[in-house]
């Protein structure tokens, strides 16, 4: 991996953009929209995370496999959650026959 | 001795080719170590998941009981050593010594105002009798359910405090070696690793955050 070195104001950008986020996150929060607020909350927390990697640690310049390593980290959390709720979710549809 | 006889770096382990060979290896494992970190998390976000899904009521009305300025404030805080930690390695792979430094000591310096904050917001949980347990007092509704919420936020606070500290250590050690000259603009590794560490624990604060202290904030 040739050395990329990422100038300092990418991150003051991220910065900023990652503080008016937590700005945003919180002041969505006092508003009641129903289920929207969970949607809202997790959906600016994944922004913020998908910036911090891409930019913070450097994944956006980095090498196929590493790419492939933290992908496949949200894929298996992904099966974590998604197998675990699919059950979680479903048990009370049970029928008692 | 021989590699140096061949004018290799000093840093150079002897079973890679080049430094950036070695340097592609270690941010490699170090990905891998938090994939593992990832998944650890990840079942307790996942026991969050159920829990709140069985009790939204009970789990709205213990967030309320948290406190979203002093939440917010040390997102922020969090947010800002992220950011000093990324110019921290910025400067290592310049070769900048004692902006590194400067840098590694702010961000130590950042992470210790956010513990500090979350000592006075855990002591306030204790006065409030919000500990889970015999003492446990809240609304009566609630007071079952309610501590697995007190319970989860202690266990993942807790533990997401825990790898602060742990980032404590490898910043100390760091400095260490920027100070003792290990690292240089060739050799930036160990610093950009443990960038990748802090950035880490970084992310998990930034679900916690919305999940323990925004979630029923409009309810009550």
Redesign the interface.
């Known amino acids: 991996?040739?050395?990329h070195?990422?100038p300092?104001r990418v991150?003051?950008a991220i910065?900023g953009i990652?503080?008016l986020c937590?700005y945003l996150?919180?002041q969505i929060?006092?508003?009641?929209?129903g289920p929207l607020?969970?949607i809202a909350?997790?959906a600016?927390?994944v922004f913020?995370?998908t910036l911090?990697?891409l930019?913070?640690?450097?994944v956006k310049y980095?090498?196929k496999?590493?790419w492939a390593?933290?992908l496949?980290?949200?894929f298996?959390?992904g099966i974590?959650?998604a197998l675990?709720?699919s059950d979680?979710?479903t048990r009370a549809w049970r029928t008692y026959g | 001795m021989s590699d140096m006889a061949h004018g290799a770096h000093p840093a150079l382990a002897h079973h890679f080719d080049s430094l950036?060979e070695q340097?592609?290896a270690a941010?490699?494992g170090m990905?891998?170590f938090?994939?593992t970190e990832?998944?650890f998390f990840?079942?307790l976000?996942?026991t969050y998941?159920?829990y709140r899904?069985?009790y939204p009521d009970a789990f709205a009305a213990s967030s309320h009981e948290l406190d979203?300025t002093l939440g917010?404030i040390n997102?922020?805080v969090l947010?800002?050593s992220?950011?000093t930690?990324?110019?921290a390695v910025?400067a290592a792979?310049?070769g900048q010594r004692t902006k590194i430094m400067v840098f590694l000591v702010l961000t130590m310096a950042l992470g210790g105002v956010f513990l500090g904050i979350k000592s006075v917001e855990y002591y306030h949980k204790f006065t409030e009798h919000l500990i889970p347990g015999p003492g446990f007092q809240f609304e009566k509704e609630h007071i079952r359910h309610a501590q697995i919420f007190f319970s989860l936020y202690f266990l993942m606070t807790g533990l997401h405090a825990l790898h602060m500290i742990i980032g404590f250590g490898i910043m100390l050690v760091m400095l260490w070696w920027v100070w003792r000259g290990t690292i240089t603009a060739e050799y930036s590794s160990p610093i950009?690793i443990s960038?990748?560490y802090w950035?880490?624990v970084?992310?998990v604060w930034?679900?916690l955050?919305?999940?323990l202290y925004?979630?029923g904030?409009?309810?009550h």
């Open positions: 991996m040739s050395e070195i990422v300092t991150y003051y910065f990652l503080m937590t996150t919180v929060a006092f508003f009641d929209l607020n969970v909350a997790l600016i927390a913020k995370a911090v990697v930019f913070f640690m450097h980095s090498t496999l590493t390593v933290v496949g980290s949200v298996w959390l974590l959650l675990t709720m979680y979710l | 950036e340097k592609e941010t490699l990905w891998v938090l994939v990832v998944l990840g079942g976000f996942a998941a159920i899904s069985w979203v917010t997102t922020a947010i800002t992220s950011l930690m990324a110019l910025h792979q310049l950009e960038g990748l950035h880490f970084d992310i930034i679900f955050f919305p999940l925004l979630i904030r409009h309810a």
